[in-house]
Each structure stands twice: as structure tokens, then as C-alpha cells.
């Protein structure tokens, strides 16, 4: 394997910040065909991956960073609701989700740019619900990793709509071994 | 599994279309550092990718379709060459290569509409080099799901540069286990 990145706060903030615009020229627009259906059972459609973006900006990244930081001495995540956005997302347009997720995403990039960060700030540890002690550092990652499985997931959703469609090529395409 | 779509031309051309401001809000003006590292062996890193992608507007989608709809009788599609974006690519930038990506996309949908492909159309084959008889619909939906391959390929190449980073969290993340 090739020398992997050492975790890097700008670096990570470039992916951060451009994916609302990702999304919007990904999605903005597009029919809806694309963006309502699932991969079966409990999946996730384009539309709840939307959602779930949404409630982990309201209630995971930034907050549990805040966690981290505090002076307080408990120092326990609120563990993530998986499947809030079915209720949260109800009777929204997806392009309205989009535009909600950028705004949210551009505050949260504010408030942790705001904090000033430091080497000895990522070492600093939370206490998350399955796993323990996990680092600044871990999370902050996580938050890249975490957006970029997300669109990968979406174009995963997608081209499953085509899998029949694609013939003989199925065998090429390995977003749809997956 | 929910129903899958039936091939849409009109649908397959919105991803089509969106694809090269996908590629430009995800990659334009970020660190080297995410995008000149491979995941290993003879594996592409996002710089190669996206060669890739300019090898096919010139080489294989469209002409492909121009030798289903010819009048001639031989009906050999021309093989791909898949490595031939590391002579193509040499001495380019990532951002000229995405701009080249662009106008090459534009102008292959302009060609595409200008055909006013109908369903008769996309019955008609042509003979792949390992799959022999193919037909027009197969060859634009590979189009479709190729773009979203590719892409989820790029976010997959990306993460893994923070595969040691994450920490504990790698069990959640399907996209460092591919």
C-alpha cells in the first residue's frame, strides 16, 4: 500500500466544505426516480441518505467535538439516532434537504474553524457508546470518511437502478458487485 | 428488491450531464495529497481516473453508438484501452483535465441529442470485443452506471488515505472495506 495522509485540519475541512455542492450537483433537479427508491428492505434511499447527512450536522460531528473540548467531566456521546431522518425529513423536497444541509454544513466548518484547534486539542478523547475512548483526531476523520461513503453510497443507489438495464457490462462495473 | 427503472434516455442524460460539475466541486483546487495516491499495486489514483473518464468521451461511448447506428455491415467496436490515460495525461494539471473532461461530456450529449434516438434504435447492436452482441440501450446505461462507478470509486480512493485515522470507527464505514 502507498503512504497513507496523516490526519490533516484543512485538508479534512477541503473535503468537508465541498460536499453540499457535491450533493447539489449530484442531485438539484434530477427525477426523482433516482432519488426515492431503495436497495430493498430497511436500505436507504438517495432522499433518506439526505436526511441522515442532515441529522448527523445537527447532532454528531460538531456536538460531540464540543463533547471532547468541554471542560465537563462527563465526557459520554449521545448515541446517534440512525433513523431519525424518517421522521425529521417528512414533507420536505429533496432539493429543500440540499439546501438545508449546506447551510448547516457551512455553520458547523464556522463554529470548528472558530475553535482554533490544536495538536494537543485532537488528542483529546470522548467516551462513544460502543466503541470508548475514541480521539479528536478519530472523530474528525470519521466526519471525511463518513461524507465520502455517503456519496459513494448514493451512486450506489443509483446505478442499481440500471443493473438489469447495463447487460453483459455487470461484469465490469464493480459498483454493482457491491 | 424495489422495481428498478427501465432505461430512460432523457433520465440517463441527467446523470450524464451532471457528472463533470460533480467531478469539479469534489476535486477542483484540493491538495494534491488526496488525489495523486493509488490504493496500491497497479491501482489508479484519482488523477488517473479522471484520464480515464477523457479516454472514454474520445474513445468509446459515442463512437460506440455512431458504429451500432452506421449503415455499415462490420459492427467491431474498437477495444478500450484501459491504461491509455497515463500517456494521455502526462505534463496536464488535475484542474485542465477536468476541464477537458467538460467540454468533451458537452459535447458528446450535444452529439447524443442530435441523433433523436428512438427505441427502435436502441434495440440495434453492435459487437463488443469480449461480450459479442450488445445492444444501443445496454451501451448508454454502462454510460450511466460507469460515471457513478467512477465517482464512488474517487471517494473510495479518498477514504482510504484515512483508513489508519478513523480509528475504531473503520466498522462503520463500508467504504473501507471494499
Known amino acids: 500500500m502507498p503512504v497513507a495522509m496523516k490526519f490533516d485540519l484543512e485538508k479534512s475541512l477541503e473535503i468537508l466544505e465541498r460536499t453540499p455542492d457535491v450533493l447539489i450537483s449530484m442531485l438539484q433537479g434530477i427525477s426523482s ?29 460538531v456536538p460531540r467535538t464540543d463533547i471532547i473540548l468541554s471542560e465537563e467531566t462527563d465526557k ?25 444541509f449546506k447551510m448547516l454544513r457551512e455553520r458547523n466548518i464556522e463554529q470548528l ?5 490544536t495538536g494537543e486539542d485532537l488528542a483529546q478523547t470522548g467516551i462513544h457508546p460502543a466503541f470508548g475512548e475514541v480521539t479528536l483526531k478519530q472523530l474528525l476523520s470519521t466526519w471525511v470518511v463518513h461524507d465520502l461513503n455517503h456519496i459513494a453510497q448514493i451512486c450506489r443507489v443509483m446505478a442499481n437502478q440500471y443493473k438489469e438495464e447495463v447487460g453483459p457490462w455487470t461484469v465490469y462495473l464493480k459498483i454493482l458487485q457491491s
Open 33 to 61: 426516480d433516482w432519488t426515492s427508491v431503495n436497495e430493498g428492505g430497511e436500505s436507504w434511499s438517495v432522499y433518506d441518505i439526505i436526511g441522515h447527512l442532515i441529522h448527523g450536522e445537527k447532532t454528531d460531528w
Open 76 to 100: 459520554n456521546f449521545t448515541p446517534f439516532d440512525r433513523f431519525a431522518q424518517f421522521e425529521d425529513s417528512r414533507g420536505k423536497t429533496l432539493g429543500r434537504l440540499l439546501q438545508e
Open 113 to 117: 474553524r472558530s475553535k482554533n484547534i
